[in-house]
């Protein structure tokens, strides 16, 4: 099939090189043009593992191509995918100003029937909305369906999660723009399910709230672990074994960041008050997350009654290992509490140092490397669970250190070898 991508970032890049990895010929559009040049010269605007290698691959097959003309490649598409940012707004709502642009580019320079689906995440009701927007700017009528397709695609594991979903979603209007859909998706084998187009909006919704709400939940369980001595760690296993519950998303620590959960919540709480629901539950999942990243400070604080002037190595930035992406990340306010607090932080990170000095102004030190960040500090906080954090080597690091305390926001530090070695060992309700 002849496909158009619009939008090219984290979701768009990626499911349009995976639908050409197939063997559709796939146009991917962005209006950053410096996006467009990169990936012409063959580099990479983000960081996702497999990425570049299948890019190359698939522009030397001539299977993909980049552009930021949107008039010729919606002319030349059967099906054209939206996979714009839908950021919040300061209210908490979905901010659909570039999903509207793009569907009135779409309007203006469709030529003939057109099937275009709809990828980013978006309140429930947005169908309705592009198609209105697709009609009110087409210059003579020309039939076409919306479809709505939601990713769940996780960064990190971005290629993977898209040629091996755990489902396919198709919100669709009409036989045949389900049946084209069906066509498409059929390659990934994965079960799929044909539904409306409200209830699929909602499914992306619903799936990331709850994935959130885990979450939070393990994380208030780790806060009372820790006040009546029980060891969260050993409390998920425990719970994980019932497959009613699962063992996913059950990891204790200084909860979710990243692009989506933080911003899905908030406006899925918001879509729920548009009808006047008040979304109790996860409001709460909210606020918990909100402040379950500072645990890490309040447990340094239990060792240090003041931090004015303490050297504090802060490991990870990005929101999650694997990925560049610091957008909501808990870094972020993390440093700048250390920072109001008068600590002299040095932050490290494998892959996203880069973003890092665009998003954190502060003034911190940046280090090359794990043990450049450790030299002389009074303490280390983990803040990402990065591999090669890990996996660090803790005898040398416990050499460079001023003094040896290890604040663990992830839970994954081994605690008995860090003890050998004498260093002070503090996670998140173990
Ligand atoms: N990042 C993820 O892991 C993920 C996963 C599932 C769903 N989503 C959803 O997918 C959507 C996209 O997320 P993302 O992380 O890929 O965003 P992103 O910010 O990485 O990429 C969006 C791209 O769209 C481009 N764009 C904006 N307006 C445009 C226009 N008018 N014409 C052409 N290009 C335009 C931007 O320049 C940008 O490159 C969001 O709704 C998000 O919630 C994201
Ligand atoms: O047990 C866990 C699992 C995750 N997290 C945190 O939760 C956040 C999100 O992690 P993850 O879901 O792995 O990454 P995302 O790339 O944000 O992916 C989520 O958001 C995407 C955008 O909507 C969806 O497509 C994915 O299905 C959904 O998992 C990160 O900060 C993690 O550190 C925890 O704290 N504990």
Not at 93 to 107: K, M, N, P, T
Not at 159 to 186: F, T
Not at 203 to 227: D, G, H, Q, R, W
């Amino acid at each position: 099939m002849k496909l158009s991508v619009i939008g090219t970032g984290y979701v768009g890049l990626v499911s349009g090189v995976c639908f050409a990895e197939l063997g559709n010929q796939v146009i991917c559009v962005d209006k950053d043009s410096e996006k467009i040049k990169m990936l012409n010269n063959l580099e990479m605007p983000i960081y996702e593992p497999g990425l570049k290698e299948l890019v190359q691959n698939n522009v030397q097959e001539s299977r993909i191509s980049f552009t930021s003309d949107i008039k010729e490649a919606v002319a030349s598409s059967d099906v054209i995918f939206i996979a714009v940012g839908t950021p919040p707004l300061p209210n908490g709502q979905a901010d659909l100003r570039f999903i509207e642009a793009v569907a009135a580019s779409i309007g203006k320079y469709m030529n003939d029937y057109k099937l275009i689906v709809n990828k980013s995440t978006v309140p429930v009701g947005t169908g309705d909305f592009v198609r209105e927007i697709v009609m009110k700017h087409q210059a003579e009528p020309v039939d076409f369906d919306i479809v709505s397709v939601p990713e769940f695609l996780r960064e990190g594991n971005a290629i993977q999660d898209s040629m091996n979903p755990d489902r396919v979603i198709i919100g669709a209007s009409s036989n045949k723009a389900a049946e084209i859909m069906k066509k498409l998706h059929e390659p990934f084998n994965a079960p799929v399910l044909i539904t409306d187009v409200k209830s699929a909006e909602m499914i992306k919704y619903a799936s990331n709230a709850f994935l959130a709400t885990k979450i939070s939940f393990i994380n208030e369980i780790a806060n009372i672990c820790e006040k009546v001595g029980a060891n969260v760690k050993e409390v998920a296993k425990g719970m994980g074994y019932d497959k009613r519950i699962g063992d996913k998303f059950l990891n204790a620590g200084i909860g979710y960041g990243g692009s989506c959960f933080p911003k899905d919540t908030t406006a899925l709480v918001e879509i729920a008050a548009s009808v006047d629901y008040d979304f109790k539950i996860l409001k709460s999942v909210v606020d918990v997350n909100k402040k379950q990243r500072f645990k890490v400070i309040d447990s340094l604080k239990q060792i240090y009654d003041n931090l004015d002037g303490k050297k504090v190595a802060v490991l990870g930035l990005a929101f999650k290992p694997n990925t560049d992406d610091l957008r909501e990340a808990p870094s972020i306010n993390i440093i700048e509490e250390l920072i109001a607090k008068n600590v002299h932080v040095k932050a490290y990170d494998p892959i996203a140092m880069n973003n890092a000095t665009k998003i954190i102004r502060n003034t911190i030190t940046y280090s090359s490397s794990v043990l450049e960040a450790v030299e002389g500090v009074d303490a280390i906080i983990l803040v990402t669970e990065w591999h090669e954090l890990i996996e660090a080597d803790w005898f040398t690091i416990g050499n460079l250190v001023n003094k040896k305390i290890i604040i663990d926001g992830r839970n994954v530090i081994d605690s008995d070898l860090v003890e050998s070695l004498g260093f002070i060992y503090k996670g998140i309700g173990v």
